[in-house]
């Protein structure tokens, strides 16, 4: 028996605690995958047309990055937060205010585009930002009456769930015109206004549904109810994590893929729309980019608790390079960019899967939450670094020089890997 089937008595209801873990488990698990396919809607829905707004407000390519790299900080802004809210009331607070912030965040950009107000547009795609906090953050659920053996494939159960939203999101600008016309909104805005509805719905359904809060009952089940579980600092997590290699090695890991793909995913449409590709095609290659991401995540789960964590790492990071490669050579071959972004998209959910499962099994449950939301910030902090570069760098260097850049990232995983094997073997699984 593992460890979390210890702490859970196998998944039989454990005497005194009143649950059955392994019950609360399924059912935690099956309303965060309706919540995602929501609330991935209302995150895949901007991902087409936030750069093109934000090029359309500033007449300047170099700003255009600045819409996904301003959902990016506020990610990381609301990462911490959202996780200490997390920490001391549980997931479904965390969660839910996290969706319901974004949904006021797709207001105030709407407002602020149609008013011609660049830095309102920013303020609310800062706003924005707490819904992709808050859908990364689902996956830490998942995890948290997870047995060993089968927390891979939880956790990227609940990463797949994005799929269905995200996919479709990027290929609403068709209907998010035909909607926002008769509002007197611009066109680009109807995207910006699905978003927000399944933001809310995302939101109320998290508040609704999601009882017992896994997070508190692996608590009490753990033996770990105490009044301040839950509240170290962020400092704190961040040393627990540096003096924890196999920690360390899945915050460097979700950092590096994450960061790689933020690079070159910010800057795709913006290259697509000066080689002439039409919003059709560039929504399409948004939506298989994230296909790539969320798809196949199941499969990645399985293989993560299969091969084991670290390699199933070291396979995102190679994916990783060929994805930089094909992409950074396309020019403007449509086909290739797309096989390039779907290659990208593998990798970052090969590196997500692992990485986070890494984490989660490399501490105790009460420690958890501090951890990851220090390494939700960080995450988002290099993606929003990555997609401030990116508008300049493709200025500058063209898309090539982007990819090329965006490639470099992968190094430090590789290196930390064979350090910390050297160092302290480090389990496969």
């Given at each position: 028996?593992?460890?979390?089937?210890?702490?859970?008595?196998?998944?039989?209801?454990?005497a005194?605690?009143?649950?059955?873990?392994?019950?609360?488990?399924?059912?935690?698990?099956?309303?965060?995958?309706?919540?995602?396919?929501?609330?991935?809607?209302?995150?895949?829905?901007?991902?087409?047309?936030g750069?093109?707004?934000?090029?359309?407000?500033t007449?300047?390519?170099s700003w255009?990055?600045?819409?996904?790299?301003?959902?990016?900080?506020?990610?990381a802004?609301?990462?911490?937060?959202?996780?200490?809210?997390?920490?001391?009331?549980?997931r479904?607070?965390?969660?839910?205010?996290?969706?319901l912030?974004?949904?006021?965040?797709?207001?105030?950009?709407?407002?602020?585009?149609?008013?011609?107000?660049?830095?309102?547009?920013?303020?609310?795609m800062?706003?924005?930002?707490a819904?992709?906090?808050?859908n990364?953050?689902?996956?830490?659920?998942?995890?948290?009456?997870?047995?060993?053996?089968t927390?891979?494939?939880?956790?990227?159960?609940?990463?797949?769930?994005?799929?269905?939203?995200?996919?479709?999101?990027?290929?609403?600008?068709?209907?998010?015109?035909?909607?926002?016309r008769?509002?007197?909104?611009?066109?680009?805005?109807?995207?910006?206004?699905?978003?927000?509805?399944?933001?809310?719905?995302?939101?109320?359904?998290?508040?609704?549904?999601?009882?017992?809060?896994?997070?508190?009952?692996?608590?009490?089940?753990?033996?770990?109810?105490?009044?301040?579980?839950?509240?170290?600092?962020?400092?704190?997590?961040?040393?627990?994590?540096v003096?924890?290699?196999?920690?360390?090695?899945?915050?460097?890991?979700?950092?590096?893929?994450?960061t790689?793909?933020?690079?070159?995913?910010?800057?795709?449409?913006v290259?697509?729309s000066?080689?002439?590709?039409a919003?059709?095609?560039?929504?399409v290659?948004?939506?298989?980019?994230?296909?790539?991401?969320?798809?196949?995540?199941?499969?990645?789960?399985?293989?993560?608790?299969r091969?084991?964590?670290?390699?199933?790492?070291?396979?995102?990071?190679?994916?990783l390079?060929?994805?930089?490669?094909?992409?950074?050579?396309?020019?403007?071959?449509?086909?290739v960019?797309?096989?390039?972004?779907?290659?990208?998209?593998?990798?970052?959910?090969?590196?997500?899967?692992?990485?986070s499962?890494?984490?989660?099994?490399?501490?105790?449950?009460?420690?958890?939450?501090?951890?990851?939301g220090?390494?939700?910030?960080?995450?988002?902090?290099g993606?929003a670094?990555?997609?401030?570069?990116?508008?300049?760098?493709?200025?500058?260097?063209?898309?090539?020089?982007l990819?090329a850049?965006?490639?470099?990232?992968?190094?430090?995983?590789?290196?930390?890997?064979?350090?910390?094997?050297?160092?302290q073997?480090?389990?496969?699984?």
């Open positions: 028996m593992t460890t979390a089937e210890e702490a859970t008595g196998g998944g039989r209801p454990l005194g605690s009143g649950h059955d873990p392994a019950r609360i488990q399924r059912r935690a698990v099956g309303v965060l995958v309706t919540i995602q396919v929501i609330g991935g809607l209302g995150v895949g829905a901007a991902l087409s047309v750069g093109l707004i934000a090029e359309d407000l007449g300047s390519q255009a990055g600045m819409a996904t790299t301003t959902i990016t900080l506020g990610a802004v609301f990462a911490l937060p959202l996780a200490g809210l997390a920490a001391r009331r549980g479904r607070p965390g969660l839910g205010t996290g969706w912030i974004a949904a006021v965040g797709g207001g105030v950009a709407i407002g602020g585009t149609q008013a011609g107000l660049f830095p309102v547009f920013l303020a609310g800062a706003l924005y930002g819904g992709t906090a808050t990364l953050q689902a996956r830490h659920a998942a995890a948290d009456l997870a047995a060993d053996a927390r891979g494939r939880d956790l990227s159960l609940v990463v797949w769930a994005t799929t269905v939203g995200a996919v479709a999101g990027p290929n609403l600008t068709g209907p998010g015109a035909a909607v926002a008769p509002l007197g909104l611009e066109p680009l805005l109807g995207p910006l206004l699905f978003s927000s509805t399944a933001f809310l719905l995302a939101g109320a359904l998290t508040f609704a549904l999601l009882r017992p809060d896994p997070l508190l009952v692996a608590r009490e089940v753990g033996g770990n109810t105490a009044a301040g579980a839950g509240k170290e600092p962020p400092l704190e997590s961040l040393r627990l994590i003096r924890t290699p196999r920690a360390l090695l899945a915050l460097v890991g979700t950092v590096a893929s994450h790689v793909m933020v690079a070159v995913m910010t800057m795709t449409p290259h697509m000066h080689g002439g590709a919003l059709t095609v560039i929504g290659t948004i939506s298989m980019h994230i296909a790539g991401m969320y798809a196949l995540s199941p499969l990645v789960g399985w293989l993560s608790d091969i084991g964590r670290v390699p199933t790492l070291i396979a995102g990071q190679a994916v390079v060929v994805a930089v490669v094909v992409a950074g050579a396309s020019d403007h071959r449509e086909p960019v797309m096989a390039g972004l779907v290659l990208l998209g593998l990798g970052w959910s090969l590196g997500l899967v692992a990485s499962a890494m984490l989660a099994e490399s501490l105790p449950a009460e420690r958890r939450p501090g951890a990851q220090v390494t939700d910030l960080a995450m988002n902090l993606g670094t990555a997609g401030a570069m990116s508008g300049v760098l493709l200025a500058v260097v063209g898309f090539g020089g990819n850049f965006a490639g470099v990232f992968v190094l430090p995983v590789v290196v930390l890997a064979l350090w910390a094997r050297r160092k073997p480090v389990p496969a699984s």
